[in-house]
């Protein structure tokens, strides 16, 4: 019989294997920031005592939600573990905006449980063949100060900030936070993700979180169409298409 519990912490390195043997990138601190603030989200499922599979529930607001590392070890699939997992899950983040990111092929899925597609992320990959710096006109911090961070993701922002593992620039403008990166470790290289509305200021921020790295490191960062800021730097640095997942509603608040 199927039982569906929440996490344990000496359960997270079970999951962060299994996400691994699916070949995802593991984000090992976004996952260590997601379990420590919205550890009531993690859950597992047991078929009499053997784990099956995993889902995480993450309530960021009273009215927005995430379910991600959605995995069903192999040798359980087709044998509906994955839907009670996946209705589990609905029914934690009931009320809620629910977001997913799909891959592509696994689109129809989450169609058929009501979620309709609205935008596409590509992650886009480079290799570091030369240092530059285009820091210099700027005063670039290296930490990033909690009370600037507002919107709805600032517990968990602040958390990645704050890890030892992470590298944190910001620039402020009259002790206003303007734009800010951060590095993290992500599969074979490192990923970056920037916030920044100020081209120039994006990219100083983007030389500063990399130049500490050696050459042919490869370098990570998603983007939208929307992100044009970010969409100069991948066509300055002529990085190449990687991957490309969808973000999928289950309703518009």
Not at 1 to 17: F, G, S, V
Not at 163 to 186: F, M, P, W
Not at 190 to 215: G, H, N, Q, R
Request: aromatic content about 14%; some cysteine; charged content about 25%.
């Amino acid at each position: 019989m199927l039982n569906i519990r929440q996490l344990n912490k000496d359960e997270l390195p079970l999951l962060i294997n299994a996400l691994e043997k699916e070949s995802w990138h593991v984000e090992i601190t976004h996952i260590n920031c997601l379990y420590a603030n919205f550890f009531k989200g993690f859950f597992v499922a047991y078929d009499d005592d053997i784990i099956v599979g995993f889902i995480s529930a993450i309530k960021y607001s009273g009215n927005f939600g995430l379910i991600s590392n959605f995995v069903v070890l192999k040798e359980f699939r087709s044998c509906g573990f994955g839907k009670k997992l996946f209705n589990h899950a609905l029914s934690y983040l009931d009320g809620c905006q629910i977001v997913i990111e799909s891959s592509i092929e696994d689109e129809y899925i989450y169609v058929k449980k009501g979620f309709k597609s609205y935008y596409d992320t590509t992650c886009y990959r480079f290799k570091i063949t030369k240092q530059s710096d285009s820091t210099n006109n700027f005063d670039i911090k290296n930490t990033l100060e909690k009370k600037e961070i507002s919107d709805e993701y600032s517990i968990y922002l602040n958390c990645v900030a704050t890890d030892k593992e992470t590298i944190v620039r910001a620039i402020y403008n009259d002790n206003n936070l303007s734009s800010y990166g951060l590095c993290t470790q992500h599969g074979d290289g490192y990923k970056v993700v920037i916030s920044s509305k100020d081209k120039d200021e994006a990219l100083a921020i983007f030389f500063s979180l990399i130049k500490k790295f050696e050459l042919s490191t490869k370098i990570y960062m998603e983007v939208t169409k929307l992100d044009t800021t970010l969409i100069n730097i991948v066509n300055l640095f002529k990085m190449k298409e990687y991957s490309r997942k969808r973000k999928m509603y289950n309703k518009v608040l």
